[in-house]
């Protein structure tokens, strides 16, 4: 787990910085370390000169020891002239974790951020991505600023942006809250059975989610892995549900599939750490209500904008 732990948190570290806007370039050495071997498991006979600099710079910037495999894809041709991409996926016994990396062809500079192309919205790509079907909606189906929260009911900065947004959400009728399940199991061990209990709420009633996600998050403290499954059946009957479909449906396979497919849409636009927020397609990380609200006024002002100058 501690392995695990460091891996996320250094992943997350660089693309948090990526998603702020402040992703860097690192050189890559002349002479990459060679005290640093691969993983066993890790074949590098195959590997290009490039991929095994790559491999042995990254070891090395984060200290993966031998227990951790590390796999670098064969760098692809971008539109972008001397740049390649490639992506790095790291595995221990516990998970794993993926990010995708620029290498300049001459293999000196290893870029962690975005390549960004000036003449396209650069919020289109994130809004097509998302998938809002078969999501919990919070708010006016006609409010024209979409606020998507992938979550996870354990982590507690989720639960203070659960506490922010109560709060904040009130006085925007211009914004509606789609919920996203992205539970990450190897650190918070109860996350999917309550995801599993928010989707057979969402279920029965698509109004009781709203109810169950308001329970977990306040009562947050209260759960353990030990006793998730005997509380989120107490927060099922607080709030009405029918005990008896609410138990087979959290044995079913049906609101498995529905928290899969939540992460899986969240793993494709590259959902590292919870809570993720993307408002009209804009990225925020973590539960800053300063940024969240700058994001929602901003969204506000720009709307007004555009409706003025159709009226001209």
């Known amino acids: 787990m501690k392995t ?25 050495p002349d002479n990459p370390p060679v005290a640093v071997k691969p993983a066993a498991s890790a074949s590098t006979a195959e590997q290009t000169p490039l991929q095994k600099s790559i491999d042995a710079y990254l070891r090395n910037l984060y200290a993966f020891g031998p227990e951790v495999l590390l796999t670098v894809s064969v760098p692809k041709e971008t539109p972008i002239v001397g740049l390649l991409e490639t992506s790095v ?14 290498v300049s062809k001459d293999g000196k500079y290893l870029i962690r951020g975005d390549v960004l192309e000036l003449s396209k919205d650069p919020l289109a790509a994130n809004r097509a991505a998302i998938d809002l079907t078969d999501a919990p909606v919070m708010g ?15 982590c507690p900065v989720c639960r203070s942006l659960h506490d ?18 992205y539970p990450i199991e190897v650190l918070h061990p109860w996350a999917r059975t309550a995801a599993l209990a928010g989707r057979c709420a969402y279920r029965q009633d698509p109004a009781a989610f709203w109810k169950m996600y308001d329970s977990i998050y306040d009562n947050q403290e209260l759960i353990s892995a030990e006793n998730a499954w005997m509380k989120m059946a107490e927060y099922a009957g607080q709030v009405g549900l029918n005990a008896d479909a609410f138990r087979a449906c959290m044995a079913g ?8 497919a939540s992460r899986a849409n969240g793993q494709k636009l590259d959902v590292n750490s919870t809570p993720t927020l993307f408002v009209n397609g804009r990225r925020l990380v973590g539960a800053d209500p300063h940024m969240l609200e700058q994001y929602i006024q901003y969204e506000i002002a720009q709307q007004k904008s555009a409706k003025g100058a159709d009226r001209k």
Request: no cysteine; aromatic share 12%.
């Open 4 to 28: 695990l732990m460091a891996v996320t948190a250094m992943f997350a570290w660089g693309l948090l910085g990526l998603f702020a806007g402040t992703g860097d370039a690192q050189t890559a």
């Open 164 to 181: 922010v947004m109560r709060g904040m959400m009130k006085n925007y009728p211009q914004v509606r809250v789609v919920f996203k399940d």
């Open 253 to 260: 396979p049906e609101a498995g599939a529905a928290v899969d």
């Open 89 to 102: 996926s790291v595995k221990t016994s516990e998970g794993a974790e993926d990010a995708k990396f620029y």
């Open 140 to 154: 006016s189906p006609k409010a024209s600023i979409i606020v998507v929260e992938f979550s996870d009911f354990e």
